[in-house]
């Protein structure tokens, strides 16, 4: 109990940080932990000349042979595409003095605050991903793989459009995609959107889309019909996330949540086209709407 009740003044006092079983007596080493993952730098290391550089640095490492050769293909996957493999940490991490068996800690530290984010691979896999070394752009190769341009059959799709008007800001798209990974697994990432599983039968699309008139943030719902009613809930967690984000970050933001019409989105309608009925957390089944476009009624499932 003293102990404990030392390490709380401690921490009041701002002369540690406690996390995930861990004990930082100096709070800033966990920002040059952070630092090391987060260096701009590491992308230049797989570009000529700078390969032959980092080729040197492994040398005087210890690494030699097919270890060099490894480490350098899962070090152009991380600094391309965010996957931090373990066999990274001990390089990336050498000037700082962690233990190897602190790694695992560490790793679920980062998780939590987000720095890194538990993604699943192709091979169904869990591998931790690096968002800041994400694309920028939604990779196009498996993205109809991870989210089929129409839905099936037996699947209801919701979808809420944030519309910015004087703009969207910069970060809170990001911001946004970094919240929709915890909803579920990840299947596929990118800078500003992600494609998520929260649960079975259950399947959320989010990214931003740069509109003719304004930009949008768009998050989309694909579940089984009999779920329908926990599609809702997620949609009403995202709008909860998205307006105290904007209220607490960027006060005084022009901006609108709506839902798209379900029969524009049935028919395959240009998202620039997509009719849109203003929403603010109601039952929408209980609505009266009216798609303009096609000129007939509009209702949502409850």
Not at 48 to 71: R, V
Not at 82 to 91: A, I, S, Y
């Amino acid at each position: 109990p003293r102990f404990n009740d030392a390490l709380r003044l401690l921490e009041a006092q701002g002369g540690a940080y406690v996390d995930c079983g861990l004990v930082f007596l100096q709070p800033d080493f966990v920002s040059r932990i952070v630092k090391a993952l987060l260096n701009h730098k590491l992308a230049e290391y797989v570009k000529s000349p700078k390969k032959a550089e980092l080729n040197k640095l492994l040398k005087d490492f210890g690494l030699q042979g097919n270890e060099i050769a490894k480490f350098e293909r899962s070090f152009e996957r991380y600094v391309t595409h965010g996957e931090l493999q373990r066999d990274l940490l001990p390089f990336l991490w050498r000037d700082l003095p962690i233990r190897s068996q602190d790694y695992e800690n560490i790793i679920h530290m980062l998780i939590k605050s987000g720095v890194i984010i538990p993604v699943q691979n192709e091979h169904n896999k869990t591998i931790a991903v690096v968002p800041f070394f994400l694309p920028d752009e939604k990779p196009s190769e498996n993205f109809s793989k991870a989210w089929p341009t129409k839905p099936n059959a037996d699947e209801v799709q919701l979808e809420m459009v944030v519309v910015f008007y004087l703009g969207l800001p910069a970060g809170l798209p990001e911001r946004f995609a970094a919240e929709v990974h915890r909803f579920g697994q990840t299947v596929l990432s990118w800078k500003d959107g992600a494609v998520v599983i929260p649960s079975t039968n259950v399947r959320i699309l989010a990214t931003s889309l740069r509109h003719k008139d304004d930009p949008r943030i768009v998050f989309t719902v694909r579940s089984a019909k009999m779920t329908a009613s926990q599609s809702w809930s997620w949609l009403l967690s995202a709008m909860t996330f998205l307006k105290i984000e904007c209220k607490e970050q960027f006060p005084g933001l022009n901006f609108s949540t709506n839902l798209a019409c379900p029969i524009c989105l049935s028919k395959g309608v240009n998202e620039n086209g997509t009719e849109l009925f203003l929403w603010d957390g109601e039952d929408a089944a209980k609505g009266n709407y009216i798609c303009d476009r096609f000129c007939i009624n509009a209702s949502f499932p409850s």
